[in-house]
């Protein structure tokens, strides 16, 4: 896959905010039975590759880009960090799935 697909959704408290990521076999929109549309905050693709630097050697670069044309969302800049905590879960103090 050269690409996947991503929703960033909020709780309803406004305190967190997820990145739910699929692939393109999906749409965007499918989602909606599962979460508020309120709570669906940007929608886009992304992509990745490596990038390693000296402190971390197996670091990414997460690349977000276009919009969902069935939630009518544009993707943001971001939203590369909530897909990249979803990536690399144990870089940011979270040793449990």
Same mark, same amino acid.
């Given at each position: 896959?050269? &690409?996947?697909?991503? *929703?960033?959704?909020?709780?309803?408290?406004? /305190? &967190?905010?997820?990145?739910? #990521?699929?692939? /393109?076999?999906?749409?965007?929109?499918?989602? #909606?039975?599962?979460?508020?549309?309120?709570?669906?905050? /940007?929608?886009? &693709?992304?992509?990745?590759?490596? +990038?390693?630097?000296?402190?971390?050697?197996?670091?990414?670069?997460? /690349?977000? &880009?276009?919009?969902?044309?069935? #939630?009518?969302?544009?993707?943001? +800049?971001?939203?590369?960090?909530?897909? +990249?905590?979803?990536?690399?879960?144990? *870089?940011?103090?979270?040793?449990?799935?």
């Amino acid at each position: 896959m050269n &690409f996947g697909k991503y *929703i960033i959704i909020e709780s309803s408290y406004g /305190s &967190f905010k997820q990145a739910i #990521l699929f692939d /393109s076999t999906m749409n965007h929109s499918d989602f #909606l039975d599962m979460f508020n549309r309120n709570f669906i905050l /940007s929608a886009g &693709f992304f992509s990745t590759r490596a +990038k390693p630097t000296e402190e971390d050697p197996e670091d990414i670069e997460i /690349s977000v &880009f276009g919009k969902s044309v069935t #939630l009518k969302l544009k993707s943001n +800049k971001k939203d590369s960090f909530y897909i +990249k905590r979803v990536l690399r879960k144990n *870089i940011y103090g979270s040793s449990s799935v």
